[in-house]
């Protein structure tokens, strides 16, 4: 599948060094194809805390700093 202004993807957040806050899963829009081919995108990622906007490469499996498509369950 290739990216798409407007799908909802999902933004693997980094969590911090020490591991208080663990690696986890937010939600995201892709807000611009920067290279449809390398799966780069410009996401709008949902945290509790607020927006967070940034360039992201894609990866298939979870990756800390990387988006991946959401899991669907038939």
Known sequence: MKPCVGDVVHYQAYGTPAGEFKSVPRAAIIA???????????????????LFFNRCEYSEAPKPGCWSWPRRES
């Open 32 to 50: 611009g194809v920067a290279d449809a081919e390398k799966g780069t995108c410009d996401l709008v990622v949902l945290n509790p805390q607020g």
